[in-house]
């Protein structure tokens, strides 16, 4: 066919505005997207800037830095405490929230009958997800650190932020049991297993990577909660915590405390910890999408 | 369906079934006036059956005629669907599977199930095979290895996966998947196969195989087929069960009969493809 006749077939076609349309909203969502990556890019701006400033005006050494505890002499603070509190807490945490977790997942998931019982658990577990981090915090300070009288302690601290992200675990734990096909259910049960069995065997190792990277989520957003550890009173604390019964203050708090301090030493000291903070984060993401991409063909 | 097809599939029966046709009945399963229910639709209606033992009967009818709901009302499948409820008796060996002593999980040990989309676990072809000799905690009494292949064997795909049984049994073809879930479903030596369309997601050479493996299967198990696929029926089955919408069972008879005569006019209709 010759071009000539292609341009007759379609002349009475008129579709240059909507094809203007197209691109007009084309250049509006990616403008939209793009937003959130300039504002993260300012964001790790200012903080490396600060991070440089730090290490080259005010002599902060990195060694120190990792090997030395909180201090109120700013020359001799270090991070090395808040670091050991943070993953002690992760520690904790995931002991804490991963089983309850993943219980109530399953149990909402496979067991639990489709009626207004369950589903009043489950929008109950949606709003508990929406709760503001500061209210795990009172809930904290009023239930276990003067209600039972535990102190303002790791233990105490990890329960706040374990209450934090359980309602994120069971919610994703549950979207990834949803995720795997009724048909290997249905084909273990029909090969005589039990329901426990079809679930340990087939549907929890299919519906594992998505768990583990829900969980690993999970933890990413306790690790950088300050609100609830300052509820709990984890703050003013230098020293490295001694086990889950020491006072402690984790990574966020230090970085709060320092940050409030007048001496410039201390912002900058801040602001090392801040990429401190940001690498766990940023690993800790990582490993989640690996995890994510490594397992995502299966099935 | 022209008369020549017709007459073409009758000498097919004919052929296919002299051998297994001289063996006596004896019934293994058996529906009395069984009624299933999704909360207030009636899926299927008064059905009254009896299945003979090493033989293979088939189930046809329209779509949404409940042949999936008897099947799976057998092996007790439909407990796993809140809505599902059943009135009247299946009897396997006599027994009535819905009294209250019944555990499903030892009666889908006994009957097992290929279903119509093949679902193999994300394991091994090996773990695959060997599943239900795990769960079934019969691994301790046989060789593990040797079970493997023998329902490899048994379900004609040991030649083509011999050298890869780590490998994962999503890598396999469609047709070789499924064939994976029939070595599944024989490993653990049930009485009774269930097939629910175990061809339809299949190309007509990995069909036909499947076909083969059915008439080899029916020497050692009672077989029971859904199928849309009229010819099928006809090639593979020494009895057809027709349903027809509503869930009533229209005709039950051998599977000559059913082709060649039917009583019903309604089954006439549905075999020359009148309607459905
Ligand atoms: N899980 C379910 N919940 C509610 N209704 C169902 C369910 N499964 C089947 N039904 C209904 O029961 C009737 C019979 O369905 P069934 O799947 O047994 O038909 P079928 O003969 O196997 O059809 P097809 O040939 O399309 O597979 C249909 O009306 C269907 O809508
Ligand atoms: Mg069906």
């Keep these: 066919m010759s071009s000539e006749t292609d341009h007759d077939l379609f002349a009475d076609v008129d579709l240059g505005w909507e094809h203007r349309k ?28 600060d991070f440089y400033v730090g290490l080259t005006e005010y002599n902060i050494n990195l060694v120190d830095f990792f090997t030395r505890d909180g201090s109120r002499r700013e020359e001799l603070s270090g991070f090395r405490g808040a670091i050991v509190a943070s993953i002690t807490l992760m520690v904790l945490v995931t002991f804490l929230a991963f089983f309850v977790g993943v219980g109530s997942a399953i149990y909402l998931e496979e067991y639990a009958p489709d009626n207004r019982i369950t589903r009043l658990i489950e929008a109950n577990l949606a709003n ?18 003067n209600g039972i009288g535990m102190g303002p302690i790791l233990l105490a601290g990890a329960i706040a932020l374990g209450l934090l992200v359980m309602p994120i675990i069971i919610v994703s734990a549950q979207e990834a049991l949803r995720a795997v096909p009724d048909g290997v259910r249905n084909g273990s049960l029909a090969t005589g297993a039990t329901q426990w069995q079809t679930i340990r065997n087939v549907v929890l190792p299919a519906a594992m990577p998505g768990i583990m990277t829900g969980t690993i989520l999970a933890l990413a957003r306790a690790i950088g909660e300050t609100a609830p550890l300052i509820m709990v009173g984890a703050i003013f604390i230098n020293r490295m915590p001694r086990g889950p019964f020491d006072r402690f203050s984790a990574m966020p708090t230090q970085i709060y405390n320092w940050a409030n301090e007048p001496s410039q030493h201390f912002i900058h000291l801040a602001a090392t910890g801040i990429v401190v903070l940001l690498s766990f984060l940023f690993v800790m993401n990582l490993i989640a999408i690996y995890i994510r991409h490594r397992y995502e063909t299966e099935i | 369906m022209s008369t020549e097809e017709q007459s073409l599939i009758t ?18 399963l058996e529906a009395r006036s069984l009624d299933v229910y999704y909360g207030q639709d009636q899926a299927l209606t008064d059905v009254s059956i009896e299945i003979p033992e090493h033989k293979v009967t088939a189930m046809i009818g329209p779509s949404g005629c409940g042949k999936s709901t008897f099947l799976r009302s057998i092996n007790r499948m439909n407990d796993q669907i809140d809505a599902c409820r059943v009135d009247g008796e299946l009897s396997f060996h006599g027994k009535n599977v819905y009294d209250e002593d019944v555990d499903p ?19 091994s072809i090996y773990e695959n095979v060997a599943y239900g000799l795990r769960v079934q905690g019969t691994v301790d009494d046989v060789d593990l290895d040797d079970a493997v292949e023998q329902a490899l064997r048994g379900a004609a795909l040991w030649d083509e996966v011999e050298g890869k049984l780590d490998s994962s049994g999503l890598d396999l073809s469609g047709g070789q998947q499924q064939r994976l879930c029939i070595a599944r479903a024989i490993a653990t030596d049930p009485e009774v196969i269930l097939m629910d ?23 050692e198990y009672t077989v029971v087929i859904v199928t849309h696929n009229m010819q099928q029926a006809a090639r593979i089955s020494d009895r057809t069960a027709v349903f027809l919408t509503g869930g009533e069972l229209v005709e039950f008879d051998d599977t000559a009969s059913i082709f060649e005569d039917p009583a019903d006019d309604r089954v006439e209709d549905y075999i020359t493809g009148k309607f459905g």
């Excluded at chain 2, 339809?200 to 020497?219: C, F, G, N, Q, T």
């Design chain 1, 22 to 49: 197209n691109r007009i909203f084309l250049g509006l969502i990616f403008a939209a997207s793009m937003f959130g990556v300039l504002m993260l890019a300012l964001l790790l701006f200012d903080v490396a800037t």
């Design chain 1, 128 to 145: 508990l997800a929406g709760v503001p981090s500061i209210v795990y915090g009172l809930l904290g300070l009023a239930a276990f650190v």
């Design chain 2, 11 to 28: 000498t097919e029966v004919q052929t296919e079934n002299t051998t297994r046709a001289d063996r006596p009945d004896e019934t293994v």
């Design chain 2, 105 to 123: 999980v030892a009666l889908r040990r006994k009957i097992g199930q290929v279903f119509q989309k093949p679902n193999p676990f994300p394991k």
């Design chain 2, 197 to 219: 369309e175990p061809t339809s997601a299949l190309d007509p050479v990995a069909a036909s195989k499947i076909e083969d493996l059915i008439d080899e299967l029916v020497e």
